[in-house]
Structure formats: structure tokens, C-alpha cells
DNA sequence: CTGAAAGCGCTTACAG
DNA sequence: CTGAAAGCGCTTACAG
């Protein structure tokens, strides 16, 4: 590979003007420039990323945390950032946590040890207390996920008005025996959809009966076992707030396999609005996601971040949330 | 942050000796080795990969094309991928063509500038030609897609065998007027799919009738619009063979909206077997393609290849397809 | 408008 | 087992 050295031997010229075209300086003689580009062209020069890194202490690379690649609301967040990172100029490297701690601890290595610039988190397996040391080596921002205590850029849903208006519609259809499968746990996020869930329940003077709370999970298979769990009760629940379409698509399936309808006998409420949600039958009533809208914010931040190094600060962005009413209730 | 020569100078030893530390080298007297170690740690000193890039010529990075990433075909073969390369110490880069020949020609320029070590082209929008230039940078390797007319290590499917076990399917269940929607022209895979398709046509007396080919589209919209085209005609295909299970899916929802039932007016038969494919209803008969193993297997090449320099050659290898048969058809 | 020199932070022969 | 020195390929003050 051609070197600068090998340029400006090329051209009779020292590597500072070299290096100077190629970086689109001013006060460069045109003629002379002309020389040094077509000196690059016949000897196939292309600088080299890590030298240029090295030097000027950035990488151009920013690195996404997901927790399932497979889940297609991580793709769609994610195709959003690859676009938007692409018309900037920086690459995108891929995370996946898996869903472990460790994994993702391993990921934010990368801003320590200069792979990327930046890291967004659009899962988060690991408390703030983890990941703060972190913010020192660049920016960090979530997008999705959240954590209060975090003193960090955040794009965020509002969840808690997700979980709220999601109950309050299956209330409205009348139902009382409503099981939720969203999760109650450790994550906020969760816990703050979760928080909606009882407030609508309160609201309506309903209480929440322990044996219809699912912990918190994410695919398909996931839901067919939730509705086996319910189907196996003596006081089934008539309806079920899941967590995510995937795991909606799950219950519903498993639904119609043993004759159990939908939503008659069993409404289902999603979450997400994937593309999945209008495809099967019946139609999964959700809440609607902005992943697009998301994911296009979190990288313009975060581009924003690295090129204004620090000197502009964002805070917890909250973005809208809305109920799809389909066929599934 | 921390530097090499810092821990030289806080242990008084030189910064060979600390590399030698870092990098696990032997003959390292075990005293001075912990005392760098601890050195390390109280400076929470991290190597610099920049430098170490530059220096080593590698990046432990790896570029995956793929054209769309909300594909959920694109999204198995990327999990797959990404396991194999954090197991393997590797980076990510992902790299979204999203199907123009401009951003792919630019992503393979990651191999150039040095900013990874080789790239998997799970798609393939330009020619061999094109392509060709770039393997003196480093090892590509296709995944998916395939050009016969290229010299690389290719990771196929049986496309031939595909289009022609899901077509006779069609044949013997006793349908004769097959549309078929999964793209005729210059892609290679999507040919020999289509020969397929002819084959079977062929070997059963049928013949194709232009009107009956769609070209090759991806999405739920697309599939909609292809019903839409075919319901439009006096003459209607009683089946068709959709390019992916997606596309499948927006035929068959819009089948149903209209009051065609499925597979009694229109048999449908998608590609891909995604989790899709089993969750709308009717199910679609499919193609299953090993999205899992393709991944897997590309990746395990690639790292191979780069470690062991161009020592290690490998040609096309072929995988497995299967009908998989539900209630579409 | 141009160039010599220093340095980004490592690693690797080489010599001991 | 250890260290001094060179060099990976750039860019950026500095001086002219």
C-alpha cells in the first residue's frame, strides 16, 4: 500500500502538503494540488484509518448496544441509526449484549480503549454505578431504555403512559381479570410500564392479582408458554397486557391452536407496533413505538455530542407513545 | 488516559517490558510481571487499539454487508455472525447497502482504509468486476449472495433446488397457472432460483407465462401490491411463489381483505422460513434456508482467514434447502 | 503558500 | 530475562 512518504516523493513534495490536499486545506497551490491528486490516483493511495486515528484521537466509529439483533424492533431502531451515521460519515459497530451484564460491560471496553467515540445503549443490562466510569473516556447516551439515577442523554418512551392507556383500553372493553406480562422487574423501564399498568388498574378500582404477572419476556416461544400458564388456571384471565408484539404473536397463536379466541375469550394487547402486529389474525391491538423516530435521534445526538466534545449537553428527551387498536381486543 | 510509558515510568521498568506484560509474552520475570499488573490497574491503564493498529496492521475488525436490516433474514444471519466474532474477539462493522451499488462500493473501502481486516458481502449489488480489485486489501467472502463469475470463497444455498421444490409443491397440488414473484434478472441468486422455478414448469408441461412474473421485491408492501396486480387480472394465477416469506405475508393479508381464501382461490408459497412464516395464519408454506448455519459458517471462515493470511482457501460450499410445508398451499 | 520536525502509543527485531 | 531504538502512517504547530 501506498504511503504518504510515497506521494510526496512522487510529486517532489513533502508529506505535510501531502497531507494537506488530502485533507482540503486551504492555501494549497492549485497546480500543485492537481499534482498531488493524480500522484494519489496512479499510485491507488488511500489513507490509512489507523494512522489517522492514532494521530488525531478519534475513530469515526460509534458503537450501538442491543440486546437481540433478531428482534425486530432493534432492527428498526438500529436501521435508523445506521442511516442517519452514514450520511455523517462515521460507521456503526454492532452490540449485542445477549441480554448478559458481562457482555455489555465488554462493549463499553470499546470507548475505553478508543475503538469508537461514542456508545449508545439501547439496552441495559447493567446499573448506572457500572457504567458512569465509563462517561469519562465519551459520550454515552440511551435510547430506549432508561435509568433515572443516570446522568446521561436519554431518548426515552413514556413508558408509563404506555402501560396506562394500554390497561385503561382493556378496561374500557370491560375487562376486569387482566394478566400482564411486561415484567416488573429490576429494569425501569419495565417498572415504570408496570407503574401505568397499576394505575389504570387502581383507577378503575380493579386490583392486581398476583398470578397473572408474567416477569418480563421477549419472544415468541415466550408467549406461548405464558399462555399455557394462563390456560391451566382456574380463573383464567380474559385478557393480557404482553410486553412486546412478538410475545402478543405467541400468546395469540397458541390461543387459536386450542380453540381459545380471540379476543372473546382472551383480548391481547401488545407493544411496539411491529410490522408482525398488523400481519397475523387477528390483528394485535399495541402501543405504538416511535423505533424510527428514535433511533434517528439518538445518532444525531450522539453525532452532535462527539463533534461538539462535551460543549453540548442534552437531557432525557421523551418521546410520544400511542395505542393501535386492531382486531386482538 | 493513561500511556505504555506511564506504567514504564511509575514501575521503572521500560515500556518494552510492559508490552511484553500486556501481550502475554514469556520470559517476563514473574515479579516484574505483577508488578506491572498493578501498576496497570492503579492507572487503570487500557491499551490504545489505534496504536496498536497501526503498529500490527489489524484491527480485529469485521464487515458485514447486508442490504436491509429490518429484514429479519438479515437479521438471523447477523446474530449468527456477531456470536462467532465476539467468541473470536472480533468487532462488527455493520454495513447497510440498502440495495445501492454506491454504498456498497463505499463500504468495501472499510477493506482499503484499513479499518477492517475483511468483509462478508451477504449481499451483492455490484459485479465481480467491481469487487475483484478489493481482495488484494484483505479476504471477502460472500454469504447469500453469489456470483459464479467471482473468485472468492462463497457461503450458498441450493437456489436452483429451492425454486424447484417449491414450485412442483405447487405443481403436485395440482395447480398450473404458478405466478411467480421472486425476481428474474440480473442477480445471480434470484436466476437460479427462476430455473428452478422453469424446471419444474418445464418437467410437468407447463409453461410460464410472462404476465406471471413479478420482479423481485422484499417487503410486506410489496407483497401487496403484487396481490393487488394479480387480482386485477382476467385471467388469475390460482398460486404463487413469493421471493420471501415477507413478501408472502403481504399477499396473503391482502388476499384475505379481499375475500380470496388461501390456498383454496390463491396458494401462496414464501422463502426463508421466518419465524413469520408459522405465526400468520394461514402459515406459509416455505423454503427454509439456514439462515443460522450460513452466519455461523461465514464467520468461522472469514476469522480463519484472516489469521491464517490467504494460507487457508476456500471455495463455494453449499447448504442445505427444504420445503417446509403448512397451510398456505 | 510550504516544509522540517515532533509525536500520537504501541510492538518488534536487535543486542545484550 | 531486559532495554534502547526504530518505525507503523499520519497531522499539526512552528517557522519561514
Given at each position: 500500500m501506498a504511503t504518504?512518504?510515497?506521494?510526496?516523493a512522487k510529486t517532489g513534495l513533502s508529506p505535510t502538503t501531502v497531507s494537506r490536499v488530502i485533507n482540503n486545506h486551504p492555501y494549497v497551490d492549485p497546480k500543485k494540488r492537481k499534482l498531488v491528486m493524480t500522484a494519489m490516483e496512479e499510485l491507488g493511495y488511500v489513507p490509512n484509518s489507523s494512522a489517522r486515528r492514532l494521530r488525531g484521537q478519534r475513530t469515526n466509529t460509534i458503537a450501538v448496544i442491543i440486546s437481540r439483533i433478531v428482534n425486530p424492533f432493534f432492527g428498526h431502531l438500529v436501521d435508523a441509526m445506521e442511516k442517519i451515521a452514514a450520511e455523517r460519515g462515521y460507521q456503526l459497530i454492532l452490540c449485542d449484549s445477549r441480554l448478559e451484564k458481562d457482555r455489555e460491560m465488554q462493549h463499553l471496553e470499546l470507548l475505553k480503549t478508543k475503538q469508537v467515540d461514542g456508545i449508545i445503549l439501547a439496552?441495559?443490562?447493567?446499573?448506572?454505578?457500572?457504567?458512569?466510569?465509563?462517561?469519562?473516556?465519551?459520550?454515552?447516551?440511551?435510547?430506549?431504555?432508561?435509568?433515572?439515577?443516570?446522568?446521561?442523554?436519554?431518548?426515552?418512551?413514556?413508558?408509563?403512559?404506555g402501560g396506562y392507556i394500554g390497561t385503561k383500553h382493556l378496561i374500557d372493553r370491560g375487562h376486569e381479570k387482566i394478566a400482564y406480562a411486561g415484567g416488573t422487574d429490576r429494569i425501569e423501564l419495565t417498572r415504570d410500564r408496570f407503574s401505568g399498568f397499576k394505575r389504570a388498574m387502581a383507577e378503575a378500582g380493579l386490583t392486581v392479582n398476583e398470578d397473572y404477572l408474567f416477569p418480563s419476556f421477549y419472544g415468541i416461544e415466550d408467549g406461548k408458554n405464558i399462555f399455557h400458564r394462563m390456560y391451566a388456571m382456574e380463573n383464567r384471565p380474559t385478557a393480557i397486557f404482553a410486553g412486546g408484539d412478538e410475545v402478543a404473536a405467541g400468546v395469540i397463536q397458541e390461543a387459536k391452536r386450542f380453540h381459545c379466541r380471540v379476543p372473546d375469550d382472551l383480548a391481547v394487547v401488545g407493544f411496539d407496533n411491529q410490522p408482525l402486529a398488523d400481519l397475523i389474525d387477528p390483528g394485535i391491538t399495541t402501543i405504538d413505538q416511535p423505533m424510527k423516530l428514535m433511533g434517528t435521534r439518538a445518532m444525531e445526538m450522539m453525532v452532535d455530542m462527539i463533534r461538539h466534545n462535551r460543549d453540548v449537553t442534552y437531557k432525557k428527551e421523551l418521546l410520544p407513545l400511542q395505542l393501535i387498536v386492531r382486531e386482538s381486543t
Open positions: 504518504i512518504k510515497e506521494v510526496a439496552s441495559l443490562q447493567n446499573r448506572w454505578k457500572d457504567i458512569e466510569p465509563y462517561t469519562r473516556y465519551g459520550p454515552i447516551i440511551s435510547c430506549n431504555e432508561y435509568d433515572s439515577a443516570a446522568d446521561m442523554p436519554m431518548i426515552v418512551c413514556d413508558q408509563e403512559y
